[in-house]
């Protein structure tokens, strides 16, 4: 079998990559003089690059691999089904096993009420469905002016035109002519950095609150839908208020809008639970899921449908929308493996009964380091903020990120993964994680904030 090209050495591989690839969100030139780190196998939560270096993945590659790495399983299950069909489409009246199996595994799985999906290939192409879908729910409900999508600040909800206007990261606006028309913006749920003297409780209430401010400005009869993520991931692993969600669903109920929870990161057991809206006893109308779906083993995504939307769209004719690999049947075979091994080896019921509380204390007690600020965790997502000075939570004189990059370059270094948005840490490892590992991640990440504080204190940005 083709080995590909493991067998190089890592800086023709590097040389190659920086001829030839062009990276996501990356400086490209930047990378290409510094030479990218090529990740060659993987197994369990361990990753090994071409010089044979381990390194413990605390982010689950982006944030998808939930079972962990090197599951056979699904491996062979790939090989079956491209050998028995390797492809077909689900567009002109036709279906195909994998999809049937795994659209009626993903309404057993789900909340009650959630008994149909619409399949894309990642979590971005089923945002831009739920746009297009939400728009037509409500044509065909005889309320075409229904159109604007409520959205948060700092949300994420995928790099494609519309995923990227449904998100609210400034930085994805400035590229590219975004937003697109008729999405619409409030506040995030960050009380750390934006709550000033609020307590938590009151900032939760302020923030959802925003919300029905912006149905009021402007008017129930353009507003369609409100999206966000249970738990903000890419922002920050922003685990909202107490307050925050229930006062969002009464906002929802009260006004006729539909509620859209993007369970990409949150969903198959990230948060303790299947779905992040199980977490907060969300009732969503439609659910975007990706990521843990397949544990990233093949891309697959989709939009989970609640009974009423689904009925009102199953009765309105052609739905002028679809994606030739959507619900890809190698990648949805893959999905409905990754489902059986979460389901039947109990991995979420395990976690909850042990790994999820043990990481918890543990990544708490890292609030005792003379850095951190806050810690946030959610069933195995989790941020800490890094301050000068913890009474005022205070930011770091130099640009936000500064530290966050140093942080990361120590924690990179010393074989653990963990990511920097700003100057928060976060991670978000595979749900498959032991207790020995965490202990592992967790004495690497102290021994990474010593290290940031010792070369912070250096450069006069700590007191
Ligand atoms: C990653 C992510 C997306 C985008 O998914 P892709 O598969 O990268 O297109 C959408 N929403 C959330 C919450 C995400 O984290």
Redesign the pocket.
């Given at each position: 079998m083709n080995k590909i090209i493991n067998h190089l050495p890592t800086a023709e591989l590097q040389a190659l990559d920086a001829a030839h690839h062009m990276h996501p969100f990356t400086a490209n030139a930047e990378l290409a003089q510094k030479g990218v780190r090529v990740i060659t196998a993987a197994n369990g939560v361990m990753l090994t690059d071409s010089d044979g270096i381990q390194i413990l993945d605390g982010m689950a590659g982006?944030?998808c691999v939930n079972i962990g790495y090197g599951r056979k399983e699904l491996a062979d299950v790939a090989y079956a089904q491209m050998q028995q069909l390797p492809y077909y489409n689900t567009f002109f009246q036709t279906s195909h096993v994998p999809a049937i199996a795994l659209a009626a595994k993903l309404a057993e799985v789900s909340p009650e009420g959630f008994n149909h999906t619409f399949f894309a290939t990642?979590?971005?192409?089923a945002?831009d469905t739920n746009i297009r879908m939400v728009r037509h729910y409500w044509a065909a409900k005889g309320k075409p002016t229904k159109k604007i999508i409520i959205s948060r600040e700092n949300g994420?909800?995928?790099?494609t035109m519309g995923?990227a206007s449904l998100g609210g990261m400034k930085g994805m606006h400035a590229q590219g002519g975004l937003p697109i028309a008729d999405i619409s913006y409030i506040g995030q749920p960050d009380w750390y950095n934006e709550g000033g003297d609020m307590s938590r409780e009151e900032f939760g209430l302020k923030r959802a609150r925003e919300l029905e401010a912006k149905i009021y400005e402007l008017g129930e009869d353009k507003v369609a839908a409100f999206i966000a993520?249970p738990v903000q991931?890419?922002g920050g692993v922003i685990v909202p208020p107490e307050t925050y969600w229930p006062e969002i669903q009464r906002i929802c109920d009260e006004h006729e809008i539909l509620l859209i929870a993007?369970e990409?990161?949150c969903g198959f057991g990230r948060t303790g639970h299947w779905f992040g809206t199980d977490y907060y006893g969300i009732r969503p109308h439609i659910m975007?899921i990706?990521?843990g779906l397949s544990s990233g083993y093949a891309p697959i995504?989709g939009s989970m449908v609640c009974d009423e939307v689904a009925n009102v769209v199953n009765h309105a004719g052609d739905f002028a929308h679809g994606y030739t690999y959507g619900g890809h049947p190698v990648a949805a075979a893959v999905a409905l493996e990754n489902l059986r091994i979460i389901q039947e080896e109990k991995m979420i019921e395990n976690a909850v009964a042990d790994t999820i509380p043990y990481l918890q204390e543990k990544w708490h007690a890292l609030g005792d380091h003379p850095l951190i600020g806050e810690t946030n965790m959610v069933g195995f997502m989790g941020s800490l903020v890094m301050t000068p000075d913890k009474a005022s939570r205070s930011r770091f004189s130099a640009d936000a990120g500064t530290v966050g990059l140093v942080a990361r370059g120590h924690s990179f270094g010393n074989g653990l993964i963990m990511r920097h948005v700003g100057d928060r840490m976060i991670i978000s490892p595979p749900i498959s994680i032991t207790r020995l590992e965490i202990d592992k991640l967790i004495d690497i990440a102290f021994k990474s904030l010593d290290e940031t504080l010792a070369d912070i204190k250096e450069q006069g940005l700590y007191k």
């Open positions: 982006l944030w990642g979590g971005s192409e945002n994420y909800h995928g790099s995923g993520e991931g890419a993007d990409v990161i975007t990706a990521k995504g």
